[in-house]
């Protein structure tokens, strides 16, 4: 016969401690919430860099052009109708693979001359004796993206007029009309009503062209437009390296009906279809099937598929795998790095739920005892609490993944699910397990079990050789094959288990310099020491809990600083690589005067101005690629190399031997110029000098990767400064424009370095970062607190007892805080010794320029970024440690002083 309870257990429980069920449901919510918005501020970090990185590629590289083979058809007119043109669009986006899609209101379809035409009117600028060159293509939906300014759209003549009619000076026929664009009208001067007259390249083939009307781009950065940048603007191409054969490229935009009709050259008019890929609705985990569709429409299923329902032979041009990959190698080597912060606070975090069953376990050890002694099973016991925790953690693990869910929306549930309900097991176990574990056997007695008895068993010592093992197996992949094989679970947690075996170390040597100081102690007149010094070797042996969490966060604090400190300086250094001073004016055409560069030394902010003059074709004579010469005031650009660090040199090294110059020389240039003494060289810009080498640069402010020589500007009688390189803060990017003219080029290094840190993926790895290292921090203080309030009633009675022998309010403050000294030391000092030794194991597989630099491949290897070592990061963590348990002490002392003997008395007797 069964009978029911009195009183429910959970009731009575929760009734009974409201306070620590409050407590706990907050902790739980907490972590749960940190634990589950971890993996969703990662994949919205990773999904927004994929999308960043195909949404702000050049529009050529991301599109995806398909083009028709005209040698697949008997009949290229016909494939070249509107209908049909249509119709195998229509065909090609039912036929794109997923993830792969087609936005339509950016794609466009037509037909391409396969070669350029060439201008025969003398009315048309160029730019060298080359004439200017002009495609004729059709386009569809030009009346959707772009807005008629001038005259009227084109229309295609009746069927009959054919394109390829000759025109003679006195009067073409007119087969076709076409509109250009606002900027090629401008600087092709090409009017309203105007005739182009065109002809192949190679001779024959004449095509007359009116111009009807003169168009806007609606949004010229659209796909639509920007696939080939000469559709809105004309370009400026060469026929060789000489710089005297550039000329004009542009397109003339016939209607879509003129498709049949356009001119055939050696080649017949390919039909296009440039489709613009649908990038907003991709996620990280698209990245690889969508390189698969493309390599399929290539070269695939998707390509036979295409070909047998639009019965035509297509050919398929995109770059989209090439950036994916690009992505993929960025995210594969930040991942890891990130990877170590989640480590670091998850384990924290489980840490902290440990210590609160732990605590939870020693204020009820009493009761827990009791019911063992009067015949409870351990089974029984451990369901009791499971249920008791469970009513408060399981509510609060919902509501904190539900914050994550509402706080980080559009990243995928299934990971964060799985971090939250770790969390509420862990909660909902921790109590009991350890309850079990205590009283499996009942004892008439506790026995002494703080750090300095208890001696470590044969188990305790097979764990930690199993941690050292893993550690040293992690430490050794990571040295042998870096970061960039992608994230490693082993890999990452190298720093935690660096972390757990130091809290091992330390555990087992703590004794030793307790006894070193309490012998010393003993021997002095006053029995603070001595006291403090015992009951420091008095704590419990569950101790470790509390120091593993401040060495696993202290740890994870120094190593994230470490890197956020790197990821800055390598920003910097690029930032600061790329302009080559505080600011830079540069004119392509023109030099600076003297009242301008006055104008420019008075602007706010600026200290001082370095007029530079550059020719980038300098010829040594030696029938090798061409140097660029920098002419350059020896004193301030002197000035400059010391103040951006970049070739830095003894202004000395270019004073003149005579009428002959020495010249500070790149590596190659140097090798180049080696034993030649007295050389005459000629710059078409510059003029004419005698120089000799007279020292090595490996870099130089105004310059970039070109092999370059640095000579005084008095050298050269025909001196004119092209550029201003400008130090000064505070600077002012509109007035400096305004001084420097609207053709010039100013650029600012606190520009560059914002550039630098604008990609999704490395802002969102370092806004995980920065948040994992805060939490951490919280964390950490809620293990101390959590490791002095266990101790708390102990203190607070030792201390009433101690009053009534005659202590003082000052020594019982000092007793507390001396107490409380050796194991904040102790966390202090193996956390910063901790995290030191894991960057230093780890920095030389670790290099953070693709964190800091991930779009700016170019700089990687200017703006190397080794893992180093940060003092900030180190010392401020392990100072403040130490200050909280001091601080914590301090008030307990002040708080115990302030109530009654008797009130502290009557708690109990605790030993």
Not at 532 to 560: D, E, H, Q
Request: charged share 20%.
């Amino acid at each position: 016969m069964s009978h029911r309870a009195v009183a429910p257990w959970v009731r009575t429980r929760l009734r009974t401690a409201p306070g620590a069920a409050v407590a706990l449901g907050v902790l739980v919510l907490v972590t749960a919430f940190l634990a589950a918005a971890y993996p969703r501020a990662v994949d919205r970090y990773q999904d927004a860099g994929l999308r960043h990185a195909l949404g702000t590629a050049p529009s050529e590289q991301r599109a995806v052009q398909v083009t028709l083979d005209p040698s697949s058809v008997p009949d290229g007119r016909l494939v070249r109708t509107p209908e049909k043109l249509r119709g195998t669009l229509q065909e090609i986006v039912r036929t794109l693979p997923a993830p792969l899609t087609a936005d339509l209101a950016d794609s466009a379809y037509g037909v391409r001359a396969h070669q350029p035409l060439v201008g025969q009117d003398k009315w048309l600028p160029r730019l060298s004796l080359e004439p200017a060159e002009l495609a004729l293509s059709t386009r569809s939906d030009l009346a959707r993206h772009s807005r008629l300014v001038e005259g009227r759209a084109a229309v295609h003549p009746p069927s009959g007029a054919g394109a390829g009619d000759d025109f003679t000076a006195d009067g073409p026929e007119v087969a076709l009309e076409g509109v250009v664009t606002r900027a090629t009208a401008r600087d092709l001067r090409i009017k309203v009503g105007a005739v182009l007259h065109l002809a192949q390249k190679s001779g024959g083939g004449n095509t007359a062209v009116r111009v009807t009307g003169i168009v806007e781009p609606l949004r010229p950065a659209s796909m639509y437009w920007d696939v080939r940048p000469s559709l809105h603007t004309p370009v400026v191409k060469a026929a060789d390296m000489s710089g005297e054969t550039d000329f004009w490229s542009a397109e003339v935009l016939l209607p879509l009906e003129a498709g049949p009709d356009l001119p055939a050259g050696r080649t017949e008019p390919a039909p296009f279809w440039d489709l613009a890929p649908r990038t907003d609705a991709l996620t990280a985990p698209d990245a690889g099937p969508l390189t698969s569709a493309v390599a399929s429409l290539e070269s695939g299923p998707a390509q036979s598929l295409l070909r047998e329902r639009a019965r035509v032979t297509t050919v398929l041009t995109t770059d989209l795998e090439t950036l994916v990959a690009r992505h993929l190698a960025s995210r594969a080597t930040i991942d890891p790095v990130v990877a170590v912060a989640g480590y670091g606070i998850g384990t924290v975090a489980g840490v902290v739920l440990l210590m609160m069953g732990a605590l939870a376990s020693a204020r009820r050890h009493g009761e827990l005892a009791l019911l063992r002694a009067r015949g409870g099973s351990v089974r029984g016991m451990a369901g009791r609490l499971c249920a008791e925790l469970a009513v408060v953690a399981v509510p609060a693990a919902a509501v904190g993944w539900l914050a994550a869910w509402l706080l980080l929306p559009g990243a995928r549930t299934t990971a964060s699910v799985l971090a939250a309900a770790a969390v509420a097991a862990t909660a909902v176990a921790g109590l009991p397990v350890r309850a079990a574990v205590a009283h499996l056997r009942p004892r008439t007695h506790g026995e002494r079990a703080d750090l300095v008895r208890a001696k470590p068993s044969r188990r305790r010592t097979v764990v930690e050789l199993t941690f050292v093992a893993l550690t040293a197996g992690a430490i050794a992949a990571l040295s042998r094959r870096g970061t960039g094989s992608g994230a490693d679970g082993l890999v990452s947690a190298a720093p935690v288990l660096v972390a757990v075996i130091a809290s091992f170390v330390l555990v087992r040597l703590y004794p030793l310099p307790l006894r070193l100081a309490a012998r010393p102690a003993a021997r002095r007149r006053g029995a603070v020491g001595f006291l403090a010094a015992a009951r420091s070797g008095r704590a419990p042996a569950t101790a470790t809990l509390p120091l593993l969490a401040l060495l696993i966060a202290l740890s994870t604090a120094a190593f994230g600083g470490s890197v956020l400190a790197g990821v800055s300086d390598s920003r910097d250094r690029a930032a600061t690589v790329t302009v080559g001073a505080d600011a830079m004016l540069r004119r392509n055409v023109g030099s600076f005067d003297a009242g301008t560069v006055a104008e420019v030394r008075r602007t706010a902010g600026v200290r001082d101005v370095s007029p530079v003059g550059v020719d980038y074709r300098l010829s040594l004579q030696d029938r090798q690629p061409d140097v660029t010469l920098v002419a350059v005031d020896p004193d301030s650009y002197a000035k400059l190399s010391r103040h951006t660090g970049i070739g830095e040199f003894d202004p000395g090294a270019l004073a003149p031997r005579g009428r002959v110059f020495p010249v500070l020389a790149s590596p190659k240039t140097a090798e180049r110029l080696a034993g030649k003494k007295d050389l005459a060289l000629r710059s078409v810009v510059l003029g004419s000098f005698t120089t000799r080498l007279g020292g090595t640069l490996s870099a130089t402010p105004v310059m970039d990767e070109r092999e370059f020589l640095v000579i005084d500007k008095a050298a050269l009688p025909g001196f004119r400064p092209s550029t201003l390189m400008i130090t000064g803060s505070g600077l002012d990017k509109k007035a400096l424009r305004a001084l420097a003219g609207r053709d010039a080029v100013v650029a600012l290094r606190t520009e560059a370095r914002a550039e630098l840190s604008d990609p999704p993926l490395q802002r969102g790895a370092e806004q995980v970062y920065t948040a994992a290292i805060a939490a951490g921090a919280g964390f950490a203080v809620l293990a101390v607190l959590l490791s002095l309030l266990q101790s708390s009633p102990e203190r607070g009675a030792l201390l009433a007892r101690l009053r009534t022998m005659g202590l003082t309010r000052r020594q019982s403050r000092r007793l507390l805080v001396f107490e409380s000294l050796p194991q904040a030391l102790l966390a202090a000092c193996g956390g910063a010794l901790v995290g030191w030794t894991a960057i230093a194991l780890l920095s030389p597989s670790i290099d953070l320029a693709t964190l800091a630099l991930a779009t700016h491949t170019h700089w990687v290897g200017t703006a190397a970024a080794p893992l180093r070592t940060d003092g900030w990061s180190l010392l401020v963590p392990a100072v403040a440690v130490v200050g909280i348990a001091t601080g914590v002490a301090a008030l307990q002392a002040w708080w115990s002083t302030r109530r009654t003997t008797t009130t502290e008395l009557r708690a109990g007797d605790a030993r």
